[in-house]
């Protein structure tokens, strides 16, 4: 099956550092990958919508100069928050989804972010 | 905008016994698909379903399709400790999901 790898999966760091996250699709072209912010014990939230070679489509209320995105090829898209405080800290996934008809997404293990 | 209610928000049940999510659109939808998060876990597809009507079937599992296309329903019999975890239907847009509001399901063995 399709298999969509995030990382990192866990990452702890100080207020004012930037965070990268990658999530490639390891078996199929991701035309379309989303990123997603979960709460505990909530649903998933978009963020963002991205697109291969083309800039990204934020959910609204969501900064784009705070959580940049980054899909630079088929494979492959960052998220990076930037300047992290303790209120971005949550569960960040992404997923992938082909192209072609309604396709199911494919979840990457998500990351699990804590800024102090 | 458009919103997807999932009932019940928490369900605990015995082992054995049967166990229903259910999913309602304020709007129609095309198509609807339902994911399972395992505690800790990341989403998995579970199944789609676009037909009016449409039923399917997986194991101990059925999904079905509402005749208006603005609900969903998934049951499960005879659950198992092995079906703990959330429960999320999305519907599908132009470009992007929306996911419902999910359901937790405990099992009690």
């Known amino acids: 099956g399709a298999v969509v790898s995030q990382h990192p999966s866990r990452v702890i760091c100080k207020s004012g550092t930037s965070v990268k996250i990658e999530c490639r699709s390891l078996d199929f072209q991701a035309t379309t990958m989303f990123w997603y912010r979960q709460f505990p014990k909530k649903s998933l939230m978009l963020m963002a919508t991205s697109n291969e070679g083309s800039k990204a489509t934020y959910e609204q209320g969501v900064e784009k100069d705070k959580f940049l995105i980054n899909h630079a090829s088929l494979t492959l898209s960052t998220l990076t928050v930037t300047s992290a405080h303790p209120e971005d800290s949550s569960f960040y996934i992404c997923?992938?989804?082909?192209?072609?008809?309604?396709?199911?997404?494919?979840f990457g293990d998500g990351t699990r972010l804590s800024i102090l | 905008g458009q919103q997807v209610m999932q009932i019940p928000q928490y369900q605990h049940v015995q082992e054995g016994e049967d166990f229903t999510t259910y999913c309602n659109s304020s709007?129609?939808?095309?198509?609807i698909q339902w994911y399972k998060q395992r505690p800790g876990g990341h989403p998995v597809f579970l199944i789609q379903l676009v037909k009016s009507g449409e039923v399917k079937k997986q194991k101990r599992l059925t999904f079905q399709f509402g005749e208006a296309k603005k609900n969903s329903s998934l049951h499960i019999t005879a659950t198992q400790t092995t079906d703990v975890g959330t429960y999320f239907c999305a519907v599908s847009g132009t470009y992007k999901y929306i996911f419902g509001t999910g359901t937790r399901l405990k099992v009690l063995a």
């Open positions: 709007t129609t939808l095309s198509n």
């Open positions: 997923s992938a989804r082909g192209s072609g008809g309604y396709q199911p997404q494919h």
